[in-house]
């Protein structure tokens, strides 16, 4: 099934940016200018949409013709293209990004035409699927595994690493002990935040 492969879900849509300039404004300049300061921001306010394993954002301003015999293929606008990786069904997400980083997506989508903003997540959501892409060959590097087993064993080989680092050379019983203190300690954290490892 395109765009779904076990848990996870493989997002991308193309919306065309809106030409020309408005109050002064150069929509596909300004939409450069406010993705190339998301990703200053740290951590990425993206952190905050639950499920999210990887999303990105980037402006098409042409598609590069592959080389005779191929024709060019021309677009009659820049395009913003979306493409993401999440845990679970599609429309959940879209309404758990439109709850978690309204003014982001506002900053972004209201240089893109037909953008209906945020008052209604029904229309936002309506908006970004018929902007949708299917996805047929999906690279998601943890389709088996839900965003919240993978931040936790991240977390455990981090403290794995930090673990062995610190016991060179003790002694076998000590070293045993405090193994086993490790195993208890990870069994009872809690799952880390994105964007905390």
Wanted: hydrophobic letters at 40%; aromatic letters at 8%; proline letters at 8%.
């Amino acid at each position: 099934m395109p765009n779904v492969e076990k848990q996870s879900y493989a997002f991308a849509a193309m919306t065309p940016i809106l030409t020309g300039s408005t109050a002064g404004v150069v929509h596909a300049a300004e939409l450069r200018s406010v993705l190339a300061r998301l990703t200053a921001t740290a951590p990425s306010p993206i952190t905050r949409v639950p499920g999210t394993h990887f999303l990105r954002w980037n402006i098409l301003d042409g598609m590069p013709q592959l080389g005779y015999p191929t024709a060019p293929d021309l677009l009659k606008s820049k395009y913003l293209l979306l493409e993401c990786d999440f845990d679970g069904a599609r429309d959940a997400w879209i309404d758990g990004l439109a709850a978690a980083v309204p003014e982001l997506l506002t900053s972004i989508y209201r240089h893109c035409t037909g953008f209906p903003g945020l008052t209604d997540v029904d229309a936002f959501r309506g908006y970004l699927v018929a902007c949708q892409l299917d996805t047929t060959l999906d690279f998601a590097p943890y389709a088996n595994e839900s965003l919240d087993r993978v931040l936790r064993a991240l977390e455990t080989q981090r403290r794995f690493v930090a673990f062995m680092e610190k016991s060179q050379g003790r002694p076998d019983i000590e070293l045993r002990m405090a193994f086993s203190q490790l195993v208890e300690q990870l069994r009872d954290m809690p799952t880390p935040r994105p964007g905390s490892i």
